[in-house]
């Protein structure tokens, strides 16, 4: 993803920059009130054929300032058959880019300790289902260093319960 995106722009009708997904909007004055501060990247658009040439021709610009990590979607509850595989996903950013890991917390009477989950260093966390698992509680971290400090933020848990075989 290289340049972690806060907020994606496109030229719209009207001439100015903005989102049409979110329906925001960049204003002329942010730019210039923290030009130093502002990262600008332009990836071009690839047309998906003819149709779609008249209005995706203009490069998309991601803009941002450093931030610490934020969580936009965190991973929900799941019920799995024993055997399958349950899959969780999140989604964060940051700027400088943010990195993400999984921890875990097993299902105990007073059990607060959250444990690194090896490996897992993607959006996308795949847990095979087993009576072992069942009722472990799993979360994202995403972290990124601004300045020599490093900027953790965890998403909020996701239960998985696993039911007998289908």
């Given at each position: 993803m290289g340049i972690s995106?806060?907020?994606r722009l496109r030229m719209l009708a009207d001439g100015r920059l903005g989102n049409p997904r979110t329906r925001s909007r960049l204003h002329p004055g942010y730019a210039t009130a923290a030009a130093a501060t502002i990262a600008v990247a332009l990836?071009?658009?690839?047309?998906?054929?003819p149709a779609s040439a008249a209005t995706d021709a203009a490069a998309l610009i991601?803009?941002?300032?450093?931030?610490?990590p934020r969580i936009d979607q965190?991973?929900?509850?799941?019920?799995?058959?024993?055997?399958?595989?349950?899959?969780?996903?999140?989604?964060g950013h940051g700027m400088p880019a943010a990195t993400?890991?999984?921890?875990?917390?097993?299902?105990?009477?007073?059990?607060?300790?959250?444990?690194p989950i090896r490996g897992a260093a993607s959006d996308v966390l795949e847990v095979a289902a087993s009576k072992s698992v069942d009722g472990t509680q799993y979360r994202a971290v995403y972290s990124n260093t601004i300045d020599g400090k490093v900027?953790?933020?965890?998403?909020?848990?996701a239960t998985l319960r696993v039911v007998g075989k289908k």
């Amino acid at each position: 993803m290289g340049i972690s995106d806060p907020m994606r722009l496109r030229m719209l009708a009207d001439g100015r920059l903005g989102n049409p997904r979110t329906r925001s909007r960049l204003h002329p004055g942010y730019a210039t009130a923290a030009a130093a501060t502002i990262a600008v990247a332009l990836t071009p658009i690839e047309a998906a054929g003819p149709a779609s040439a008249a209005t995706d021709a203009a490069a998309l610009i991601a803009v941002g300032r450093q931030q610490a990590p934020r969580i936009d979607q965190s991973p929900v509850a799941l019920i799995a058959f024993a055997g399958e595989t349950a899959t969780f996903d999140v989604s964060g950013h940051g700027m400088p880019a943010a990195t993400v890991t999984w921890e875990m917390r097993k299902r105990a009477p007073g059990n607060d300790k959250w444990t690194p989950i090896r490996g897992a260093a993607s959006d996308v966390l795949e847990v095979a289902a087993s009576k072992s698992v069942d009722g472990t509680q799993y979360r994202a971290v995403y972290s990124n260093t601004i300045d020599g400090k490093v900027y953790e933020t965890r998403s909020a848990s996701a239960t998985l319960r696993v039911v007998g075989k289908k």
